[in-house]
């Protein structure tokens, strides 16, 4: 299965919360492609008091995993998802990112995604 996740997915994963760490690793230890939306590697590194062992961490877990830069179809995509759902737009283009790349999201924050069609979620 193809994995993908969100931003809240990986704070928590640093953050060693069992049931994240659990679930990363099982994705993390699958033949199948990681992915993230570039739009997570900008919301991870601009939370304040991020310290350089996190930010290392970040590094070596993102180099680990295809990083889905954000084009024009998952652009006009998660247009459409924020202007359906209302949802945030970093949380849009992340679940376009997962909708694109056929992929399960790895996420915490449940009820901002559930409602969209097609989205496939797992929750840490």
Same mark, same amino acid.
């Given at each position: 299965?193809?994995?993908?996740?969100?931003?809240?997915?990986?704070?928590?994963?640093?953050?060693?919360?069992?049931?994240?760490?659990?679930?990363?690793?099982?994705?993390?230890?699958?033949?199948?492609?990681? $992915?993230?939306?570039?739009?997570?590697?900008?919301?991870?590194? $601009?939370?304040?008091?991020?310290?350089?062992?996190?930010?290392?961490?970040?590094?070596?877990?993102?180099?680990?995993?295809?990083?889905?830069?954000?084009?024009?179809?998952?652009?006009?995509?998660?247009?459409?998802?924020?202007?359906?759902?209302?949802?945030?737009?970093?949380?849009?283009?992340?679940?376009?990112?997962?909708?694109?790349?056929? $992929?399960?999201?790895?996420?915490?924050?449940?009820?901002?995604?559930?409602?969209?069609?097609?989205?496939?979620?797992?929750?840490?």
């Amino acid at each position: 299965m193809n994995y993908s996740l969100d931003t809240n997915a990986i704070i928590y994963w640093l953050k060693n919360d069992e049931k994240a760490t659990a679930i990363l690793q099982k994705a993390l230890s699958d033949i199948q492609p990681l $992915s993230i939306s570039a739009i997570v590697i900008a919301e991870l590194f $601009s939370f304040p008091g991020l310290n350089q062992d996190e930010q290392w961490q970040i590094d070596n877990l993102t180099n680990t995993m295809t990083i889905v830069p954000l084009d024009s179809r998952i652009a006009q995509g998660a247009g459409f998802l924020r202007k359906i759902y209302g949802i945030k737009i970093a949380d849009s283009v992340i679940a376009a990112t997962a909708l694109s790349t056929g $992929s399960t999201l790895i996420t915490r924050n449940i009820k901002d995604f559930k409602n969209i069609p097609n989205l496939i979620l797992l929750e840490i």
